[in-house]
């Protein structure tokens, strides 16, 4: 067996990148974004079959302009599940929202809809559902839909970590609300180190996001504003390892799938360790999430004894010093002090899996 560690994850870029930056960087390109972030849109925007793909530089921006585009002001309501990554409260408050937590189903930790529900007040005006490891609700999605126009609400998907999940009905995640978003930092499926985006099928938000993102300009390159607008933009030279990535997309969604089937079938039978509920026809699972009913830290510390990295899964947010908000969140409470990420680059061989599977076989059996 070998001592080489095997960490928690890793950057997923090879040959193919480094070629065609060499290639762009001696082209006399411009390097801010130009005619290879349009490709790179292109290819987001095929791949998910949304009308629109557009770029920004992250995946937290990404959150913010979608709440600014659909219509969110100063003192707003957000619904946001308790379980997520820090980024989704916080894009809501870089515009001035409050975000009010609503907990996640245990089987998918995707927000859950009957307390969805209870939450919403007058001051609610918008829903960002996440798509947590690239899983879909229960009731299906559509019933996020009705709930939100049933209410006059805003559906935001924060689908950062489901870039190559689709929904049963074969809509990809992402380009069923008003927006989708997607992240492409380091962790993730695709990356370009870091960056974002966002899809729409409708044109007249598509113009509002390249707008913000672009100073507000009225027109393309020109200085004249009818509106007020910043600097999200991105980058040709992300969007030259973006568009070698986006080729690499559809075996990289196999790969995950197999990663994860190995990981379940080799832990079969370890009473203390569940994994979620997923639906490999339609998800990419981006990390392997598992939850321990025991001893959570003497795992990790043994993992580490041996050369296994992992990394325990978000606390839930209402807890998160910055936000501190009382309320009875069980699921998302019980993921903070269970949940745990194992090894989930896309890189694992199938001998590393089977280590990582081993070791924990024999710490708890
Ligand atoms: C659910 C979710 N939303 C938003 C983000 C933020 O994306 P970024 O890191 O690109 O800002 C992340 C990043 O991991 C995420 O997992």
């Not at 998910?48 to 707003?76: F, Q, W, Y």
């Not at 927000?111 to 690239?134: H, Q, R, W, Y």
């Not at 360790?273 to 321990?292: A, G, Q, R, Y």
Request: charged share 25%.
């Amino acid at each position: 067996m070998s001592n080489d560690f095997i960490p928690q994850m890793i950057p997923w870029f090879g040959d193919e990148e480094a070629d065609a930056m060499d290639q762009y960087m001696r082209s006399g390109g411009f390097l801010m974004e130009f005619k290879k972030t349009q490709e790179f849109e292109q290819r987001i925007a095929e791949y998910t079959g949304a009308k629109h793909a557009i770029v920004v530089n992250n995946g937290t921006v990404s959150l913010s302009v979608a709440g600014i585009v659909c219509g969110l002001n100063a003192g707003d309501d957000v619904l946001i599940p308790n379980y997520t990554m820090i980024a989704t409260p916080n894009s809501i408050k870089m515009i001035a929202c409050n975000p009010v937590f609503v907990d996640v189903c245990k089987e998918t930790l995707c927000m859950d809809l009957e307390l969805a529900k209870k939450a919403i007040t007058p001051k609610t005006k918008a829903i960002m559902f996440v798509n947590s490891n690239g899983r879909y609700p229960k009731e299906g999605i559509e019933e996020f839909v009705k709930f939100a126009k049933e209410n006059n609400l805003a559906l935001i998907e924060d689908s950062a970590q489901a870039l190559g999940s689709f929904y049963p009905d074969g809509r990809h995640m992402g380009t069923v609300g008003d927006v989708g978003t997607f992240s492409f930092s380091v962790p993730k499926i695709i990356s370009t180190g870091q960056g974002g985006a966002l899809v729409t099928n409708d044109d007249e938000l598509a113009t509002k996001i390249r707008k913000l993102k672009d100073f507000g300009r009225s027109g393309g390159g020109s200085d004249i504003h009818d509106s007020i607008g910043w600097n999200f933009k991105f980058t040709d030279m992300q969007a030259v390892v973006g568009n070698e990535q986006m080729k690499k997309l559809p075996w990289r969604v196999e790969r995950k799938k197999e990663i994860l089937k190995r990981y379940v079938n080799n832990l079969a039978g370890v009473s203390q360790v569940s994994f979620f509920e997923t639906d490999l026809k339609n998800t990419t699972p981006w990390f392997i999430d598992i939850m321990l009913s025991e001893r959570r830290d003497e795992l990790i510390e043994h993992l580490k004894e041996n050369s296994v990295g992992s990394r325990v899964m978000y606390p839930p947010i209402n807890e998160q010093e910055c936000y501190n908000i009382a309320g009875t969140y069980p699921v998302s409470k019980s993921v903070g002090k269970q949940g745990l990420w194992l090894p989930s680059s896309g890189q694992l061989t199938d001998s590393e899996i089977d280590k990582v599977c081993n070791l924990i076989r024999g710490f708890y059996l």
